[in-house]
């Protein structure tokens, strides 16, 4: 089973933020759509849906990129203004912060991505060959 079709109405699709969430193969909802922390898996185990052909693209790094930055940003300046810590507490704290952030931050937009493009059917746009 590598068509995009849904399953019969049966089994429940869990919705765009569960997938998003928890990672949550977007046709049968077991939690099979990540290998790794961020890498997507080529298929899902349980029902056999082909990951590779839905493709998210770097969307999701730029825009989160610009968010998890301005958030990070503030929050430093905001402990500088009001504390004054040495440099090697700001890196204690916003290193792990930001690093943190991203793979969170991925992994929801990455899988809630993948999820919407699977119910909307979404592919890659053709032209048409008519005159």
Not at 13 to 36: E, H, I, Y
Not at 110 to 125: Q, T
């Amino acid at each position: 089973m590598t068509d995009p079709t849904p399953l019969p109405a049966t089994e429940a699709m869990p919705s765009v933020v569960q997938a998003g969430l928890r990672g949550l193969c977007p046709r049968c909802g077991k939690p099979t759509l990540f290998a790794k922390a961020i890498k997507f898996a080529d298929r899902c185990s349980a029902c056999g849906l082909d990951f590779t052909q839905f493709n998210v693209g770097d969307g999701p790094a730029a825009f989160l990129t610009l968010i998890l930055g301005t958030i990070v940003v503030i929050g430093a300046i905001m402990l500088e203004l009001t504390l004054h810590p040495p440099l090697w507490l700001h890196m204690l704290i916003w290193i792990p912060v930001t690093l943190a952030g991203v793979i969170w931050s991925l992994r929801l937009a990455k899988g809630a991505l993948m999820s919407a493009e699977f119910r909307n059917a979404a592919r890659e746009g053709r032209i048409d060959p008519r005159p």
